[in-house]
């Protein structure tokens, strides 16, 4: 008998575990500019660079420099708003309010780096993008 409450305890111990668990959603995506990415009803549009001040490939820098990138955001397929978002070197996660949710930039980096050899590698930009959703407490 001690047995089969210590069963039930476990079992129902472990639905609600299950049920407590959020549901974490992850959106990645490798843009190009102009390019889309999908997540949920919304979606984020890479616009353009705005500046580049990130050190050449090629060149030792004391300062590791920037981008600033400006992204459109749409929900339902209309455009909500305009954000300029910093391209750093550190990947420290960065919190946004998208529409009435908020998503967490885990990834964040823009290739190709500039070049003293290329000087025009505004064609080339490549936004990688990795979004999580933050769960509303």
């Known amino acids: 008998m001690k047995y089969l409450i210590l069963l039930v ?8 575990t ?3 668990t ?5 959106y990645s995506s490798s843009l190009q500019q102009g390019e889309m990415m999908k997540f949920g009803d919304r979606s984020i549009r890479f616009k353009n660079v705005i500046s580049d001040s990130r050190c050449p ?11 600033i990138i400006s992204v459109e955001i749409f929900e339902n397929g209309s455009c ?3 954000k300029l978002i910093v391209v750093a070197s550190t990947n420290i996660p960065l919190n946004y309010s998208i529409g009435k ?6 990834q ?18 490549k936004l990688q ?5 933050v769960e509303e407490i």
């Open 9 to 16: 305890i476990l079992i129902l111990g472990a639905e609600v």
């Open 18 to 20: 299950a049920q407590e």
């Open 22 to 26: 959020p549901q974490i959603n992850f």
């Open 57 to 67: 490939k090629d060149v030792t820098c004391i300062w590791a420099g920037e981008a």
């Open 80 to 82: 909500i708003e305009e």
């Open 101 to 106: 949710k908020t998503f967490s930039i885990e």
């Open 108 to 125: 964040l980096s823009l290739s190709p780096f500039p070049s003293v050899k290329d000087r025009d590698i505004s064609k080339d930009y």
């Open 129 to 133: 993008i990795k979004l999580r959703e």
